[in-house]
Nanobody, 119 residues
Framework: QVQLVESGGGLVQAGGSLRLSCAAS????????MGWYRQAPGKQREPVAT???????NYVDSVKGRFTISRDSTKNTVFLQMDSLNPEDTAVYYC?????????????WGQGTQVTVSS
């Protein structure tokens, strides 16, 4: 079982920055993929950025060049640095951990943190 706790959300003006943190209850080197997802009101949850245990990253097109995902294995934490925020980034942001155990992939979610960008 993996527990994830997000923090760092809040209200920011367009053009501003926020950094989200996701602290895992286990060592993140044992987690295959960690990522950030978001869900805006009335929309489906979508992936924003992911990072694998080997350090490979992937981003949705709408955040490329503005968001950066990183991990600190010493703190068992994954970060999402969000710059040049715009109102379309407003959503609840969720941390997710995918762990493969004995060939079975299990996904764990955090409770979410609200990000609101005002125009």
């Amino acid at each position: 079982q993996v527990q994830l706790v997000e923090s760092g959300g809040g209200l920011v003006q367009a053009g501003g920055s926020l950094r989200l943190s996701c602290a895992a209850s286990i060592r993140i080197f044992s987690i295959d993929v960690m990522g950030w997802y978001r869900q805006a009101p009335g929309k489906q949850r979508e992936p924003v950025a992911t990072v694998t245990s080997s350090g490979s990253t992937n981003y949705v097109d709408s955040v490329k060049g503005r968001f950066t995902i990183s991990r600190d294995s010493t703190k068992n934490t994954v970060f999402l640095q969000m710059d040049s925020l715009n109102p379309e980034d407003t959503a609840v942001y969720y941390c997710r951990a995918d762990q493969v155990v004995r060939g079975v992939m299990r996904a764990y979610w955090g409770q979410g943190t609200q990000v609101t960008v005002s125009s």
